[in-house]
């Protein structure tokens, strides 16, 4: 295991021996331990060469989702023995493309990508698209036309052509979703605690514009996430659907789920 990351993983198994509210649903049981931890952007930029980053300490939407997951899919009785044995490869199949390391654009950086990395490998299912009949067609560029926005592309053509085949391999991709005008403040109830939550965006280019995890709060459905505007993982104050009122940029939500 490379050095950095097995420094990381033990500092954090401390930082998740605190207890959390109590909870049967894994998802949250990991997700609520997190609360509060810093938000921090381009944790996985460490260094130019690509290798599987694991920083609980400092988590962005996606890491975050990413590491609960990661934990849930394989939960044992020893913590520190699920994040030294079991986190790091369940992480690496998350996050990396059937799983393989092979430079940045391995890496799964659109979402619609992401999920269907996890529905191929049976970890993921889709529940929008069996729950809702509203659809979007896929058209992605954003990362090949805003190079200068990424390190690893802003130098390196090569890694933009790789990506700009990506994302001409998932455009024209059909996925479900619910439009923010037809979410309720109490959800669905195909909508379960412990849920990914990706928060679908009209900027151009893109699919989604943040990620978090189903959290009900009596009857409102709420979000549990890493804030970029409170710095933080925070339970939103509001409910989703609120939350999507409220940014003109957020036209609705996919709906996966950890398949047990």
């Known amino acids: 295991m490379n050095k950095i990351l097995f420094s990381l993983l033990c500092t954090s198994a401390v930082l998740l021996s605190v207890s959390a509210q109590e909870t049967d649903n894994n998802m949250l049981k990991y997700g609520f331990q997190f609360l ?6 381009h ?29 849930s899919l394989s939960p044992v009785q020893d913590r520190e023995a699920n994040l030294l044995a079991e986190f790091t490869p369940n992480l690496q199949k998350i996050r990396y493309r059937d799983g ?20 191929k490998h049976g970890f ?8 809702s009949p509203d659809t979007i067609v896929l058209s992605l560029n954003f990362m090949s036309s805003h190079p200068q926005s990424y390190k690893q592309l802003a130098s390196s053509p ?19 979703y619910i439009p923010k005008d037809k979410l309720p403040d109490n959800g669905f109830p195909w909508i379960k605690d412990g849920d990914i ?8 280019g893109l699919d989604v514009a943040h990620l978090g995890i189903a959290c009900y709060e009596g009857k409102q459905l709420k979000l549990l996430h890493a804030s970029s505007t409170q710095k933080k993982v925070v339970i939103s104050q509001g409910t989703l659907a609120q939350m ?17």
């Open 36 to 41: 509060g931890t810093p938000y921090v952007a």
């Open 43 to 71: 944790t996985l930029e460490v260094n130019n060469k690509e290798q599987l980053i694991a920083n609980l300490r400092e988590v962005d939407c996606t890491t975050f989702v990413e590491y609960v997951l990661a934990m």
């Open 100 to 119: 393989i390391i092979n430079g940045y654009p391995s890496r799964l950086h659109y979402i619609a990508d992401w999920a269907n990395n996890g529905v």
């Open 124 to 131: 993921l299912e889709d529940v929008a698209a069996i729950n």
């Open 158 to 176: 090569e890694n933009i052509r790789k990506i700009k085949e990506i994302e001409k391999s998932l455009s024209g991709q059909v996925f479900h």
């Open 197 to 204: 939550i990706a928060i679908t965006t009209n900027i151009p």
């Open 244 to 260: 999507l009122k409220n940014n003109k940029k957020f036209t609705g939500v996919r709906v996966v789920r950890m398949k047990s």
